[in-house]
Nanobody
């Protein structure tokens, strides 16, 4: 079992930055691939970024490449999402997720542990 708690969301102006954190509990965190997904208002949940168990492999949605960076600290059982150059279209509830394998995947159904989400609002 893995429990996930996100933090770091908030209101920011376009062009600004935020760093999201996801604290995990559970003995197997260091062997789980982790990901961030987001759900914009009135839309389906979508993939943002993922990172392998070691941190050596990352994957990003095209819409955030070059602006967002996913990282993890296995000693602290935490995964991060650094978001720079934020745009109004980045407004969404951001959730972190874990899967029972160390390999990166980009679809919702591949992840079976989810946090409650944190709101990110970008004003124009």
């Amino acid at each position: 079992q893995v429990q996930l708690v996100e933090s770091g969301g908030g209101l920011v102006q376009a062009g600004g930055s935020l760093r999201l954190s996801c604290a995990a509990s559970g003995r197997t965190f260091s062997t789980n691939a982790m990901a961030w997904f987001r759900q914009p208002p009135g839309k389906e949940r979508e993939f943002v970024a993922a990172i392998s168990w070691s941190g050596g492999i990352t994957s990003y949605a095209d819409s955030v490449k070059g602006r967002f960076t996913i990282s993890r600290d296995n000693a602290k059982n935490t995964v991060y999402l650094q978001m720079n150059g934020l745009k109004p279209e980045d407004t969404a509830v951001y959730s972190c997720a874990a899967r029972p394998s160390g390999y990166v995947r980009e679809t919702v159904r591949e992840y079976n542990y989810w946090g409650q989400g944190t709101q990110v609002t970008v004003s124009s």
